[in-house]
């Protein structure tokens, strides 16, 4: 999905020694949208483990809603940049940030703040007007993860299957859409790079709930998933 061969902008440099050389590179990588149709359900949230921030059991129940199939990548956001609706992350080629790094223009783009993560939604409404296009929920995120299923991870009980992480990453991102998708036909929900939530974080309230946001503040947002740089436990 990196390379279209029909694509006629494309064959105009299809040159072993062009390709993804200037004026090549922005029709080599493929920087659509593709939306998964999310059907309306409940789900259990938390468990009665000893950790204070998952209790207790909570039923959650939503509404449809459209989800990303993938992770923003680097070329989408540097979309957004060329197009000035967001500004350059300011943290770059360090601690494994993937902004102005060759090679990674497919790979989750990292390293933005919360801020930053919102204002790409919010020029990302822009460009698809009949979508309303915010980070997810805390209760989202979850509920797509989970997939209507009960596996220790988002999509399979094998990690290895459905995610990088510290023992098969190399200690880096990778490329979208490499692993297993779970049973809504989403990525990389486990692994690869932490994603950013709407919800502040806070305690769980008992009893059932719909279509929750979380507290209204609190010190910092929620965020889910695990990294490439995390181990199984």
């Given at each position: 999905d990196i390379?279209?061969?029909?694509?006629a902008?494309y064959?105009?440099?299809?040159?072993?020694?062009d390709?993804?050389?200037d004026?090549?590179?922005?029709c080599a990588?493929?920087t659509?949208?593709?939306w998964i149709?999310?059907?309306a359900?409940?789900y259990d949230?938390g468990?009665q483990?000893?950790?204070?921030?998952t209790k207790?059991n909570q039923?959650?129940?939503?509404?449809?809603?459209?989800?990303?199939?993938?992770?923003?990548?680097v070329?989408?956001?540097?979309e957004c940049?060329n197009?000035?609706?967001?500004?350059e992350?300011?943290?770059?080629?360090?601690?494994?940030?993937?902004?102005?790094?060759?090679?990674?223009?497919t790979?989750?783009?990292n390293c933005?703040n919360?801020?930053?993560s919102e204002i790409?939604a919010?020029?990302?409404n822009?460009?698809?007007?009949?979508?309303?296009?915010?980070?997810?929920s805390?209760a989202e995120?979850?509920y797509?993860?989970?997939?209507g299923?009960?596996?220790?991870y988002?999509?399979?009980?094998?990690?290895?299957?459905?995610?990088?992480?510290y023992?098969?990453s190399g200690?880096e991102?990778?490329?979208?859409?490499q692993?297993?998708?779970n049973?809504?036909?989403l990525?990389?929900l486990?692994?690869?790079l932490w994603?950013?939530?709407?919800?502040?974080?806070?305690?769980?309230?008992?009893g059932?709930?719909s279509?929750?946001?979380g507290?209204?503040?609190?010190?910092g947002r929620?965020?889910?998933?695990?990294?490439?740089a995390?181990?199984?436990?």
């Open positions: 390379v279209d061969p029909n694509n902008d064959e105009a440099c299809d040159d072993a020694n390709v993804g050389g004026g090549c590179l922005a990588i493929d659509s949208y593709e149709d999310i059907a359900g409940s949230i468990d483990s000893t950790e204070a921030n207790p039923t959650i129940t939503l509404p449809a809603f459209v989800a990303s199939k993938t992770e923003v990548t070329a989408q956001y540097e940049v197009a000035g609706g967001c500004t992350p300011a943290v770059r080629l360090s601690a494994g940030c993937n902004w102005g790094r060759p090679g990674a223009e790979h989750p783009m933005l919360i801020l930053e790409f919010i020029w990302l822009i460009q698809y007007q009949d979508i309303n296009i915010r980070l997810p805390e995120w979850e797509v993860a989970k997939a299923k009960n596996y220790l988002s999509g399979s009980n094998s990690l290895d299957d459905i995610a990088w992480y023992n098969n200690m991102t990778h490329s979208i859409k692993k297993k998708a049973d809504w036909g990525y990389d486990t692994g690869n994603e950013w939530c709407w919800d502040w974080v806070g305690p769980y309230e008992e059932r709930a279509d929750p946001v507290p209204s503040q609190g010190k929620v965020f889910r998933g695990g990294s490439w995390i181990d199984e436990n």
